[in-house]
Each structure stands twice: as C-alpha cells, then as structure tokens.
C-alpha cells in the first residue's frame, strides 16, 4: 500500500509540474510575440497591452518586465492580503476585503467612481482567489466572480509570471462578459467624458508620424487593464519599505506611473486621488476588522495623511 501511495504522489507532482511547464511555455510565447512592439512602445514603463470585444466578451492583455525578482512576485500572488494592497491603487476600486475559503480565499471587491466613494455606495464584486498553478519557475492566479458591475458575468483578473534574465515577465488579462446594464453605461460614458480617451494601441499614424491610438470600447478596455497591471508594479516597487511607509509610498508610486500615460489614465490631480485613497483606506481597514479583528490590513498601518 505504501508504495501505491508513493506513486500517487509522484505521478500528481509529475502532473503539476508538467501544467506549470505548460503555462510557462505558453506565457513564453506570448511574450516573445510582443518583446519587440513592448521595446518600442510608449514612454515609460514598458508594456505591451491589447484589447478584444468579440460578442458580449470584453477582455485585454497586458505583458510587462517588472525589476522584482520572481520569488518575490509569486509570494505576493498567493496572498490574498497582497491582492488587497494593490487592487485598491487603482482610482475605480473603492476597496477590499477578504475572507480564507476551503481552496484560496473569498474576496469582495467594491467598485465605483473615480473620486471618493465609501463602500457601501460602490457595486460590490464577490469572487474567489486562487492559486491555479505555481511549481518551478511559473505561477498563475485567479480572481474569478459569476457577477460583475452592472450586472455583468464572469469577471476576471488572472495573473502569471516567470523570471526571465532582463527581469521578471508578467502578464495580466482582464476579462468580464457584458450586460446590457454595463453596455449602456459604457456608451454613456463614451458619448461623455470618454470622448476624447485613447488605450495604448497604436492603429494608425498622421503625416508626420504620430501615433492615433485605439479609442472607444477597447480604449475603456485597455485602460483599465493597464491600471490594474501598473497597480501589482507599484505594489512590488515598495514592497520592502517598513510598514509605516508603504502604503503612502504605493499610492504616490501608483500615480506616477499613470502619469507616465497622462493621455490615457489622467483622471485626477494627485492631491484629490491621495486623499480618496486615504478615506478608502480607512474604509477599506473597517470592513476587514469586521471579517477578521485579529489581523491588521495594510491599510491600518499608514493611519497619516498619505
């Protein structure tokens, strides 16, 4: 029987490891498919992103280098603690919480405006967090809700990485499947104030050589993947300051990076987006205490003005 039990164990690592080297293949691949138009892109951090709306599915892809090793990417990936300090850099993620759960972690998502919004005036998203493959030099994790904002389905974030010698690749998708609740809002808010935003996509270029982005829906769709992507780089970027700076430093790093694209992700002045932060935060280290009053969130150890 005990070698029965032996050969069990043996022949699950051989399959994990074979998935994990399968994920790391496909991950490679894509990369090397973008490596030159990521070299070439827009100033600033490099990434490479691309949006598709095919249907009702509305989904994009965002390839990065971050200078953290990949040790340090994967720990972060499996905690659900990290995944709340960096989801809520983002302006429209008023904040986080989570719970443990039989397979991961059960995570609540509220989002909502640009400017401050407490909680329970934003849409809440409940997903589930989980390590889907992580063996070797490859891990992948998922955020994964049947129920989105404004009624759509099936919202996800899934993030993988491996090292690689000029630093560590990382790609993000970001997908959801619409509703006509969230179709409708898109277009209004197209016909609005998005009526002048671009993603990063570049479709074309005038007489003298400037770049015409992608504008409307895979505009809104890039953009928003992007701010997810640029949120897990400023988390990592001050992952190792002592706790009493980090979050201040996290916020300021996340702004500084989107003004890197100010055509694309400029929405607020850096004083109003740091002082929404700080009201959510506070929000934010409420609702976790209210899940879990032994453990301290981040969010609870930078109780000054940011």
């Known amino acids: 029987m005990a070698w029965a039990l032996r050969a069990v164990a043996a022949l699950t690592v051989l399959i994990a490891g074979s998935a994990a080297h399968a994920g790391a293949a496909d991950l490679l691949a894509g990369y090397l498919q973008v490596r030159e138009r990521l070299a070439a892109g827009p100033p600033g951090i490099p990434i490479h992103v691309k949006a598709s709306a095919r249907g009702d599915v509305r989904s994009a892809t965002v390839y990065g280098l971050v200078g953290q090793p990949f040790t340090a990417l994967r720990a972060a990936l499996s905690q659900p603690d990290d995944w709340c300090a960096f989801l809520p850099l983002n302006q429209n993620v008023k904040a986080c919480a989570w719970r443990s759960a039989d397979d991961g972690a059960a995570v609540s998502l509220y989002v909502g405006r640009k400017h401050y919004q407490p909680p329970e005036a934003a849409m809440r998203v409940d997903g589930a967090l989980r390590v889907v493959e992580s063996a070797g030099d490859y891990v992948r994790v998922a955020l994964h809700a ?91 970027d001050t992952a190792r300051l002592p706790p009493p700076e980090r ?58 003005r940011f």
């Open 146 to 236: 049947e129920q989105g904002p404004l009624g759509s389905a099936d919202y996800r974030i899934v993030i993988e990485a491996a090292p690689r010698p000029e630093g560590t690749l990382v790609r993000l998708r970001w997908s959801y499947r619409t509703s006509w609740r969230s179709r409708m809002a898109t277009e209004a808010y197209l016909a609005t104030v998005g009526r002048d935003k671009v993603g990063f996509t570049v479709v074309g270029r005038d007489p003298s050589g400037r770049p015409h982005f992608v504008s409307g829906v895979e505009g809104v769709i890039e953009r928003n993947a992007v701010r997810y992507y640029l949120a897990l780089e400023a988390f990592l």
């Open 247 to 304: 979050l201040g430093a996290s916020l300021r790093t996340w702004y500084a990076y989107t003004e890197r694209h100010p055509r694309q992700l400029r929405e607020l002045s850096r004083r109003d987006y740091l002082h929404a932060k700080e009201l959510e935060f506070r929000n934010q280290a409420r609702l976790q205490r209210s899940l879990d009053g032994d453990r301290a969130p981040l969010a609870q150890v930078d109780p000054g």
